[in-house]
Structures are given as C-alpha cells and as structure tokens.
C-alpha cells in the first residue's frame, strides 16, 4: 500500500486541527486528504456509502480497502514514520478494545470537544 | 614462583579465553541478523558487526585487567584456587550481561528495521471501487 485516501468531516474543527498535524509529520504511506461526502469523494469511490463517511473518520487504501472509525484513526498513526510503532502497539490485543473506546468517545464528542477548546482558549486570553 | 603469581596466570588465560570465544560465537551468530536489518547489505553488516566486536573487547578485557588485583595474600593453592573462581565467575557474569546487552542491541535493530514494512496493524472493514483501480485486495478480508 502506497496511499491512503483519508475521508474526513470538514465542518469539525477538530477534524482541520488533526489534518494539519498528520500533514506536517513525516510519512511511510502517503495521505490525501478529502472532505467527507465531497463531489471529489464521490467520483473517487462511486461505489461507497458517502452518509456513513459524515458519522466517523474514513480511510481508504490504494487498494479499496476500507477502515471506517477507530481502525481510521490506526491507520493515520500507521501512515506515519514516527508512530507507525504507536498503531501497532496499540493495535495489539490487549489494548486495541481501550484504544477504540478511547478513540470512539473523542470522534462521537468531535464538535463538544472543538468548543471545549474554544472556551478554554478564550479563557486563557 | 608463589601462588598467586600462578593464580593471576590462570586468571589471565582463562579470561582471555572466554572473551575470545564469546566475541567469536557474537560475530559469527550476529551477522545474520545485522544482513537482515540492513536488508541484505553485507559490507555494512560486516562493518557493524566488526565495530560492536571492537567495542565488546574493549569492554572486557578493560574489565579483566581492572578485575586482576586480589588485594589478600594467598598462602596455599586451595586459597588460590578460591580466589581465581571467584575472580572467573566475575568475570564470566559481566561476559554473560555485555552477550545479552548486545541480543537486545541486536534484536532492537531488527524490530525498527522491520517496522518500515509492517503490514497495516488491523484488517479493513470492507472493500470499494476506486476510480482508476479494480477491486483487488491484496491482503486479509472483512
């Protein structure tokens, strides 16, 4: 696998923040990002159900397969050089239950979560 | 000739010994896995594996010949069979701690190495077309 196409909710602000990060890391696999239930995320994958890429983070390899939720967000870590380690470690038996309830509860709070930060942020000033 | 003159003697044989046999069976066993990590470049292998060898009897000779002086007077050859055991297990002990300091040196390389190709740490949850491409997983199914 050489790309991974990362389908993600564009109206979160959460969702921009992480993309930025995943952006600036260094990379084993390449990530292209696309706006969830975009005209360009309809003609890259015609076959796909676009409703379900809006509730949860989507990825999708080079070669059609399809990680929808918390293995998303592994496979993010995994596209990258220096935690590629992480989503293995964390993808182990023993913790991939705890990671994907972890990274469910953040996803499903996505927007909460965005305004949480606003108000800590406006507080800080 | 007293005793402990002889027992430095040993001391000195026995260790020097060892020291060579362990470096030897190192350089010998770790090659194969210094090809693997270097994904089958051999002269950096070789090369690698000839610096930790250097670095291993720098080590243990530093530690032998730092280990040598007994301190006590040894009066018959049962005080300086005594004492060369302990001085041999010493240094057979720190041998046995640099070899599995240089496995885990070893094993450590590999492990990085290796995860530059790790497959994708979970099986996907379906397949779709994608513009361009035919279905064709390549790998584990839903």
Redesign the interface.
């Known amino acids: 696998?050489r790309q991974l196409t990362v389908l993600y909710d564009a109206s979160c602000g959460l969702c921009k923040r992480a993309q930025g990060w995943l952006m600036s890391k260094p990379k084993?696999v390449e990530l292209i990002f696309v706006a969830a239930t975009s005209d360009e995320a309809r003609?890259?994958?015609?076959?796909?159900n676009h409703d379900l890429t809006l509730t949860d983070l989507t990825v999708?390899?080079?070669?059609?397969?399809?990680?929808?939720g918390p293995?998303a967000w592994?496979?993010c870590l995994?596209a990258l050089r220096e935690y590629?380690?992480w989503?293995?470690r964390?993808?182990s038996p023993a913790l991939?239950p705890t990671a994907k309830r972890v990274i469910s509860t953040i996803s499903q709070n996505r927007y909460q979560l965005e305004g949480l930060g606003r108000v800590a942020l406006r507080e800080a000033r | 000739m007293d005793v402990i003159v002889v027992s430095y003697g040993f001391y000195l044989a026995i260790s020097i010994a060892l020291t060579v046999w362990v470096a030897h069976t190192l350089h010998k066993n770790g090659r194969i896995f210094l090809v693997d990590v270097f994904h089958g470049n051999e002269p950096l292998a070789d090369s690698v594996n000839h610096l930790l060898v250097v670095g291993f009897y720098l080590i243990n000779f530093g530690y032998v010949s730092l280990a040598l002086k007994l301190g006590y007077d040894v009066r018959n050859a049962r005080e300086g069979i005594e004492a060369l055991s302990w001085k041999i297990g010493m240094v057979l002990v720190v041998l046995g701690g640099m070899h599995f300091f240089n496995l885990y040196i070893f094993s450590r390389m590999r492990r990085r190495a290796s995860?530059?190709d790790?497959p994708?740490?979970?099986a996907?949850?379906?397949?779709?077309?994608?513009?361009g491409?035919t279905?064709?997983?390549?790998?584990g199914s839903v």
């Open positions: 696998m084993h003609r890259r994958f015609p076959q796909l999708i390899g080079d070669d059609g397969a399809v990680y929808f293995k592994l496979m995994w590629r380690e989503s293995l964390l993808s991939l | 995860i530059a790790a994708p740490p979970v996907p949850d379906a397949y779709t077309a994608v513009r491409h279905y064709a997983p390549t790998h």
